[in-house]
């Protein structure tokens, strides 16, 4: 069983400082979360950064050529993602007044946004109190109960562990956790939940 208080305790004084952590803007995010599939976080920052420098709201995105957003993505592989990213900022654009949408369902609407990627600007942008379940956190999920666990099964677990309030805090944290620690090859003394892990 998890304790999400000793999470919380250990992981916030060791939060990374990455600088999507600094942004609440939907867009952002949503940027931040769509480069970051499949690509380390050294090589998306750089990218993030020029990216949103050229392309800061959807609005902007919209207007741009498919071809001018391949060329900002150039780099960080799998351009489908960008495409879908470019379909994403017209749909937006030409409704809900150019601002991305703030509940679930309408999000996993959107081109090439699934259950991940909605959860994360819903947590990281609108601080809601949902459960964003990545392998890392899966990982974690499924050593700390001892099982394996379907997708389905790890969004439930995972969603009974946000603390009230804390839905932005604890998703950053327990990302870290799985990023840093719970790693393929885990470092199970340096983690708060060793003690109750079942697999520890």
């Known amino acids: 069983m998890i ?16 600088p999507w952590r600094r942004e609440r803007d939907p867009w952002t995010i949503l940027v931040a979360e769509v480069m970051l599939q499949q690509t380390q ?26 071809g001018d957003v391949l ?9 489908r993602r960008a495409k879908h990213l470019h379909a994403t900022a017209v749909q937006v654009a030409a409704s809900n007044d ?5 509940s679930l369902d309408e999000l996993v609407a959107l081109p090439g946004i699934g259950p991940y990627t909605a959860r994360a600007v819903l947590a990281f942008a609108f601080e809601r109190d949902v459960a964003v379940v990545d392998t890392n956190i899966a990982r974690i999920l499924a050593r700390s109960g001892g099982e394996r666990l379907t997708s389905k099964g790890a969004q439930l677990a995972a969603d009974a562990l946000v603390p009230e309030g804390e839905g932005w805090t604890w998703n950053q944290v327990i990302m870290d956790l799985g990023a840093l620690v719970c ?12 003690a109750s892990c079942r697999w520890y």
């Open 183 to 194: 790693r393929p090859t885990p470092m199970c003394a340096e983690c708060p939940i060793s």
């Open 98 to 102: 150019g601002c991305l949408p703030d």
């Open 3 to 18: 304790d999400p208080g000793l999470v919380l305790a250990w992981g916030v004084p060791r939060m990374r400082d990455l």
């Open 71 to 79: 060329r900002l993505w150039q780099g960080l592989g799998y351009p």
């Open 41 to 66: 976080v050294d090589r998306v920052i750089p990218k993030w950064e020029a990216f949103l420098d050229a392309l800061p709201s959807p609005a902007e995105c919209a207007d741009a050529s498919l």
